[in-house]
């Protein structure tokens, strides 16, 4: 499903509820744009999405070298913006 030849955007749901070695298997993806021998098109972006330790929800620990792999922003809901 995410071998498509025009760019696009791939987003990882609940990325770091996924066992460490589903984890690990984001690695290359994330970093390099690639699974096994297909790469990403040239302009695609990966954005993964998760919930935060302290929500109390489902959330497991993620390597720092899943983490130094991005870039983490969090949002904060108002809906006067």
Same mark, same amino acid.
């Given at each position: +499903?995410?071998?498509?030849?025009? /760019?696009?955007? *791939?987003? *990882? !749901?609940? *990325? $770091?509820a996924c066992s460490h070695e589903v984890q690990k298997a984001f690695y290359s993806l994330i970093n !390099?744009?690639?699974i096994g021998e297909y790469y990403l098109p040239e302009?695609? &972006?990966i954005i993964g999405a998760g919930n935060r330790a302290q929500d109390n929800a489902i959330v497991? /620990? +993620?390597?720092?070298a899943l &983490? $130094?792999? +991005?870039?983490?922003v969090h949002l904060k809901v108002s809906h006067r913006d």
């Open positions: +499903m995410i071998a498509k030849e025009e /760019p696009y955007c *791939l987003f *990882l !749901d609940e *990325l $770091n !390099d744009k690639r302009g695609s &972006i497991k /620990p +993620m390597s720092s &983490i $130094n792999r +991005m870039v983490h």
